[in-house]
């Protein structure tokens, strides 16, 4: 029997800190860098909390902006509550989510596409970010 691990729920704040330091802590891993190379800005925007962030990867790296002075990104991608934990632990899968309508993407979807061999290094980032908060207490 597959153990169910139940999602986070952050506050705005939180979630902010940890996708900054998904993005920021990647390093130079090919699979990871696909913004800076494709030199792309995605938004995210969270309700559940209420949080719009921008990942710019206009100069070449990724840097995260909370916002006005976010540039327009290329894609957006929308996803509320417990979804959030899910799609960057790697438990949602995206496209079965964006058929039951979990996940929302506004822009061109071949680009989302061409971006999906940096998830796995981006969400096991996340995972591991995040282990701490899913240990048992002592």
Do not use: K
Request: glycine share 8%; proline share 9%; charged share 20%.
């Amino acid at each position: 029997m597959q153990r169910v691990t139940p999602p986070l729920r952050f506050s705005a704040a939180q979630l902010q800190d940890v996708l900054g330091r998904v993005y920021a802590e990647v390093g130079d891993e090919p699979q990871a860098a696909v913004l800076g190379t494709r030199r792309l800005t995605l938004a995210f925007a969270f309700s559940e909390p209420e949080l719009h962030l921008t990942v710019d990867g206009r100069s070449g790296q990724a840097v995260v902006r909370v916002g006005a002075d976010a540039p327009a990104p290329d894609l957006t991608f929308y996803l509320a509550g417990e979804n959030i934990d899910r799609f960057w632990r790697g438990d949602l899968n995206p496209l079965t989510a964006l058929a039951a309508g979990q996940l929302r993407i506004e822009g061109p979807l071949l680009t989302a596409l061409a971006l999906a061999p940096a998830l796995p290094a981006l969400q096991a980032r996340y995972r591991d970010l995040t282990a701490v908060w899913r240990a048992p207490p002592r």
